[in-house]
């Protein structure tokens, strides 16, 4: 079916007669045949630029004597199909840079058209700006699977078989976004690739993927590797810039933790805390709440009290909305459980829980349901267990993939407490939804 809007030459030349009350004769002239406008207006013979311009010449002459104002042009007239498609879509691209400036919801109607009218047209350059854009504005949004969607249609088009920066800034995106949704053996793999193709890559992006390696092979579990990747990148990195070293010397502190280099571990910390100051309160906070939760490891009771009330006597400084803070909390929640203090536990775990929602950061959401699972099992709370679960089911639903360790956990529970009919509720919702 043609796209609206769309006209051949000779449909145009049939509009601006209709427009103007002319016959063929009257915009052949002397200079052209009646006959060749017939077969242009039947789209049997193509407009050459000549004719275009006697064309509108002639129809600017009768314009004069009959004092009617011509807005058409030649470059109208000889605009074809193809061009004018491609003008449409970049009318589409245009508005939708605009909207995503803008925070405009009206992004996903003008994205939806705009898919809509390239199904006709398989334009790949146009669609991998199109797609680019979208993952983009999904990115802002919060809404990393449909972010990675459209980042990965991009890339499909895209290919890997020729280098081109382009492909280099898809690759940087991919990278930072499939770790997020647990595709950490293809982030490895886009990293690898990048490394190892684009030699001539700056620092900066040399410390990216080196970073997004890393943090994936720590991820799963490999933390030799992860060590390994994280000195290449803090080799790399611009020593000014303290954000991207912050990163860098977290994962380190993190798998010396897991490999039982404990020591090792707070040092690192407390080298992060040299060169940070109060204008980064929320990473304070974090390398604190990281250093206690060493302390915790080695039960060294002393040293967890200094420095929780470090970090509660700076709470109040903290940023709500930052992307830190639902972490903060629920390292809090921890704490305070492992304090046998249940009720504060609970109150930063349901902090942590509601920041993760409106943030649409699942994965830290589904670590937060387990701790509340553990909590609510302790206390034998069959109301609040029951809460929790339609909260589990809610959000669920909303990142459309189950956790089936959360529901093993559910089902554990009811089946503790022999309450069968809500074993099979939780049964029949993995099994309507998820199957």
Aim: hydrophobic letters at 40%; a neutral charge.
């Amino acid at each position: 079916m043609a796209n609206p809007g769309l006209l051949l030459p000779g449909d145009k030349i049939k509009v601006l007669r209709k427009k103007y009350k002319l016959s063929q004769e009257d915009l052949a002239g002397s200079n052209i045949s009646k006959s060749l406008i017939n077969e242009i207006e039947s789209n049997k013979a193509s407009i050459t630029f000549r004719t275009a311009e006697i064309i509108i010449t002639n129809l600017n002459k009768i314009a004069k004597q009959k004092n009617f104002v011509v807005n058409e042009t030649v470059d109208y007239l000889i605009d074809d199909e193809f061009s004018q498609v491609i003008k449409i879509i970049d009318d589409y691209i245009n508005e939708l840079k605009t909207l995503i400036t803008s925070k405009n919801p009206s992004f996903i109607k003008t994205l939806k058209e705009v898919e809509e009218f390239l199904i006709s047209w398989d334009i790949k350059e146009k669609k991998i700006i199109v797609y680019e854009l979208a993952g983009d504005y999904f990115y802002n949004q919060n809404d990393i699977n449909k972010s990675v969607i459209y980042y990965e249609k991009a890339l499909t088009l895209i290919g890997k078989l020729f280098p081109s920066n382009q492909l280099l800034v898809l690759l940087r995106k991919l990278s930072m976004l499939y770790g997020y949704i647990g595709k950490y053996d293809e982030d490895i793999e886009i990293c690898d690739f990048a490394l190892n193709h684009f030699l001539d890559m700056t620092d900066d992006y040399n410390t990216i993927f080196t970073y997004n390696s890393a943090v994936c092979y720590r991820l799963l579990k490999n933390y030799d590797k992860a060590l390994e990747n994280l000195e290449r990148a803090e080799n790399t990195v611009d020593k000014s810039d303290l954000i991207k070293l912050f990163k860098i010397l977290i994962e380190k502190a993190i798998c010396l933790k897991y490999k039982g280099c404990f020591h090792k571990s707070i040092n690192t910390y407390n080298k992060i805390l040299t060169f940070l100051d109060d204008k980064n309160i929320d990473k304070k906070i974090s390398t604190y709440i990281n250093i206690v939760n060493l302390y915790m490891t080695l039960n060294d009771r002393p040293k967890i009290d200094k420095y929780f009330k470090i970090i509660l006597s700076k709470l109040n400084c903290i940023n709500i909305n930052n992307q830190y803070t639902s972490s903060i909390y629920f390292e809090l929640g921890k704490i305070y459980e492992y304090l046998d203090n249940n009720s504060d536990a609970e109150i930063y775990y349901l902090k942590s829980l509601n920041l993760c929602k409106e943030h649409k950061n699942y994965v830290l959401a589904n670590e937060v349901l387990s701790a509340l699972i553990k909590l609510y099992e302790l206390l034998n709370n069959v109301e609040k267990m029951d809460k929790l679960k339609n909260e589990i089911f809610l959000i669920s639903s909303k990142q459309e993939r189950i956790d089936n360790m959360l529901m093993y956990k559910l089902i554990n529970f009811y089946s503790s407490i022999n309450d069968i009919v809500k074993v099979k509720e939780i049964s029949i919702f993995a099994l309507n939804n998820f199957t």
